[in-house]
């Protein structure tokens, strides 16, 4: 079965500050998928990025970069001097190859909230 | 190109009664799927549709039903309806449906069961 865990239910950063967002995943498959998405408060889900197994390179966008390391199943999301407008719940998702390739499954989220 | 859209976005119901919620994927993409989000639960999914077969079903009672149209709109209906199920109702769409592909939501309709 997949799982999704974000151990961090809620974070508190003064802006200008980085951020990390932890995300450690379960799968039995090889091939998968993991996602991030952002929840702003109208509630609509942003996709942020998504990453296949086979490919653990970082990735950077703007202010945001993405650590994937499949030794510690883990994805995690930093966000570089944030701002008030990430102010968001961030979620981690997982889509893998077996019966569950047609779905996402999600972890809880992290509220993160940016003071000024 | 248009997002996703979900209408209503806004819904109230009494207790017993039924519901449909709809949604429009994005132009050319043929796999729509549900999810239910509560505070409680987080996002769970319901049902995945693809060309008007549903090919994946969530852990949810056969209150919960959905279908797909040939120009892959879906809807989603709640019969019976409970107090718990006052949720946030999330449609995405995506090209395949399998992770091999961005999936992308809409707005959601936000129901309320009274």
């Known amino acids: 079965a997949q799982k999704v865990t974000q151990a961090q239910t809620e974070i508190s950063v003064v802006e200008k500050e980085d951020v990390t967002l932890d995300c450690v995943y379960e799968?039995?498959?090889?091939?998968?998928?993991l996602f991030w998405y952002k929840q702003p408060p109208s509630g609509e889900l942003v996709f942020l990025i998504r990453?296949?197994?086979?490919?653990?390179q970082n990735e950077i966008s703007g202010r945001y970069s993405w650590n994937f390391q499949k030794s510690t199943s883990s994805f995690n999301f930093t966000i570089t001097a944030s701002q008030v407008v990430d102010s968001a719940v961030y979620f981690c998702?997982?889509?893998?190859?077996?019966?569950?390739?047609?779905?996402?499954?999600f972890g809880k989220g992290t509220k993160l909230s940016v003071i000024p | 190109k248009a997002g996703v859209t979900q209408t209503p976005r806004y819904l109230i119901k009494t207790r017993g009664q039924q519901v449909t919620l709809s949604c429009s994927p994005i132009?050319?993409?043929?796999?729509v799927s549900w999810y239910q989000q509560t505070p409680g639960q987080g996002l769970q999914f319901l049902f995945e549709?693809?060309?008007?077969?549903?090919?994946n079903k969530g852990n949810f009672p056969g209150r919960f039903s959905g279908r797909q149209f040939s120009n892959s709109r879906s809807e989603m209906n709640v019969s019976t309806l409970e107090l718990g199920d006052s949720a946030l109702y999330l449609c995405?769409?995506?090209?395949?449906?399998?992770?091999?592909?961005?999936?992308?939501f809409g707005p959601g309709t936000r129901l309320t069961v009274t």
């Open positions: 990453r296949n197994s086979f490919d653990e």
């Open positions: 799968t039995r498959d090889t091939t998968y998928y």
């Open positions: 995405a769409s995506s090209l395949s449906g399998r992770g091999d592909y961005e999936q992308y």
């Open positions: 549709y693809f060309s008007e077969t549903q090919r």
């Open positions: 132009s050319g993409h043929r796999s």
């Open positions: 998702a997982l889509s893998d190859s077996g019966a569950g390739s047609y779905q996402l499954t």
